[in-house]
Antibody
Framework: QVQLQESGPGLVKPSQTLSLTCTVS??????????WSWIRQPAGKGLEWIGR???????NYNPSLKSRVTISVDTSKNQFSLKLSSVTAADTAVYYC?????????????WGQGTMVTVSS | DIQMTQSPSSLSASVGDRVTITCQAS??????LNWYQQKPGKAPKLLIY???NLETGVPSRFSGSGSGTDFTFTISSLQPEDIATYYC????????FGGGTKVEIK
């Protein structure tokens, strides 16, 4: 079955750009009517949706983060990626990638295990 | 933006108790609402979609109801394995989560 795995640096310096990749295995990222989303969770806090991408390259972002976020897809590698610029300590969180269905359950049905990113000098 | 407000933020109940969590949207979202369960150190798991539909494989003690702006999530008989944080999530306009409700055993 489809599985997602996040990867990237666990430590990013303030003002720099956070970059993460989500690798999709067990199925093609291009098959089906799916979006692919990024979600984050600061320690002890709730979930925040960051944004999503369709395999056509169409994107939607959380308005509160839109100015700093870029999500891209590489169908040849079965991956999608997140870039978050000008990071501060407030961006320290566990970052999840998730499959975002558009029909049936219009929901996040498959999640990665999450990767912790700390913003610190 | 649509804001999702969950209450309570935490609760303590005994095994076998009926547990109810509410979620309020800042505007009408029809039934475009999901519920997730998150256990410590794990990714969230979809339990309920379209406000009241049980995801495949989820025990029937979990249920959801509501439409418009007010929604309810219920565990009919709390079990020890239900200890987790529960989140509502709207998909009427982009995506947004409620703040979560931590459920503990008394």
């Amino acid at each position: 079955q489809v599985q997602l795995q996040e990867s990237g640096p666990g430590l990013v310096k303030p003002s720099q750009t956070l970059s993460l990749t989500c690798t999709v295995s067990g199925g093609s990222i291009s098959s089906g009517s799916y979006y692919w989303s990024w979600i984050r969770q600061p320690a002890g806090k709730g979930l925040e949706w960051i944004g999503r991408i369709y395999t056509s390259g169409s994107t939607n972002y959380n308005p509160s983060l839109k100015s700093r976020v870029t999500i891209s897809v590489d169908t040849s590698k079965n991956q999608f990626s997140l870039k978050l610029s000008s990071v501060t300590a407030a961006d320290t969180a566990v970052y999840y990638c998730a499959r975002d269905l558009t029909y049936g359950p219009n929901a996040f049905d498959i999640w990665g295990q999450g990767t912790m990113v700390t913003v610190s000098s | 933006d649509i804001q999702m407000t969950q209450s309570p933020s935490s609760l303590s109940a005994s095994v076998g108790d009926r547990v109810t969590i509410t979620c309020q949207a800042s505007q009408d979202i029809s039934n475009y609402l999901n519920w997730y369960q998150q256990k410590p150190g794990k990714a969230p798991k979809l339990l309920i979609y379209d406000a009241s539909n049980l995801e495949t494989g989820v025990p029937s003690r979990f249920s959801g109801s509501g439409s418009g702006t007010d929604f309810t999530f219920t565990i009919s008989s709390l079990q020890p394995e239900d200890i987790a944080t529960y989140y509502c999530q709207q998909y009427d306009n982009l995506r947004a989560f409620g703040g979560g409700t931590k459920v503990e055993i008394k």
